[in-house]
């Protein structure tokens, strides 16, 4: 069987991925350390099809100090003084990116979208896609916040009753259950294959197939890989004096040599040893190992379309980067 080193994503030319809950946290720590008590000299609109409001205008941060950064699902959001915030959504092929000194370019050349221009440097919001989908609001107030949460629940803070809630609220397959913001914060393809493996489950097992003891089991692993793989991120982009550097654009990916499945198409699984196998549709793609996860079953997409039945649909959804 063959082997994509780095799976080639046909859309964006790189394999995009929508940064998850682990990448995410990432940002937000490193513009934590360079941003905070920074004053917002100027705002620069490059693509107009990036800034998705017009009241308050963008403009209206200029002059305000930065007082606090966070997420919202996936989203990052850039607090100012006077409740005024700046909330990015990076979708698949946006992406970060920092420069120091306030005189300094923005980085990122002919694919920046918009940059925020600080004491201490430079933000640049980036994408490197035709298909611009990476967005920029700025609201005012704190309630104004609300829009953009999709109602999912934190794995790392839910308990095993709220969890199983969750999962269990909808029949469908356990990857579109975890991928779906409406059910869960912050998870997408590929931290979803990490933790389905890890479960030694099959990403197509219904959720309401799942006895007791495997969901809680589903929780733990879930809580247990974010929180792994985010210690990991921090030793990868740490700058030896206890804070991050700033990662690249290339740097947040979805193919990391030390993921069991996800990417790792014809490679053999680190747990049995058996290949690692791909459903792909249209440009998309997920993986899962056979001797671990579907007792050895190979699923094939035409098995898959009838398996799965109306929830195929929904997980073509997930590839198209619905979740938003």
């Not at 499945?261 to 899962?288: K, L, Q």
Request: glycine fraction near 12%; proline fraction near 4%; hydrophobic fraction near 40%.
């Amino acid at each position: 069987m063959g082997f994509l080193a780095r799976p080639w994503d046909l859309t964006y030319g790189y394999h995009a991925r929508m940064p998850e809950l682990p990448d995410v946290t990432i940002y937000v720590e490193a513009l934590r350390q360079r941003v905070i008590g920074g004053v917002v000299g100027r705002v620069r609109v490059v693509s107009p099809f990036v800034l998705r409001t017009f009241e308050p205008p963008v403009e209206a941060i200029e002059g305000r100090r930065v007082v606090g950064v966070s997420r919202i699902g996936k989203r990052i959001v850039v607090e100012a003084d006077g409740e005024l915030f700046v909330v990015v959504h990076l979708m698949i092929a946006g992406r970060l990116r920092w420069a120091d000194g306030a005189g300094a370019e923005p980085p990122g050349g002919k694919i920046v979208l918009a940059s925020l221009h600080l004491e201490s440097g430079v933000l640049s919001i980036t994408e490197a896609s035709k298909q611009k989908r990476a967005s920029l609001h700025v609201v005012a107030g704190r309630d104004a916040l609300g829009q953009f949460s999709r109602g999912g629940i934190d794995v790392l803070g839910a308990s095993d009753e709220q969890f199983a809630a969750a999962l269990t609220r909808e029949r469908r397959t356990l990857k579109r259950a975890l991928t779906d913001p409406t059910v869960f914060d912050g998870i997408g393809n590929a931290y979803s294959d990490e933790i389905l493996h890890a479960a030694r489950l099959s990403p197509f097992r219904r959720t309401d197939s799942l006895d007791a003891g495997e969901i809680a089991g589903l929780r733990v692993v879930s809580r247990d890989t974010l929180l792994s793989w985010t210690s990991k991120l921090r030793a990868e982009f740490g700058d030896g004096r206890g804070g991050l550097r700033f990662p690249d654009a290339g740097e947040i990916t979805a193919f990391r040599p030390d993921f069991a499945v996800h990417g790792r198409f014809g490679h053999a699984c680190p747990a049995c040893g058996r290949t690692v196998h791909r459903v792909v549709f249209a440009d998309r793609e997920f993986n899962y190992c056979p001797g671990c996860q579907t007792g050895g079953k190979i699923l094939a997409d035409r098995s898959l379309s009838r398996l799965l039945g109306d929830d195929w649909a929904r997980v073509a959804d997930e590839f198209a980067g619905s979740e938003r």
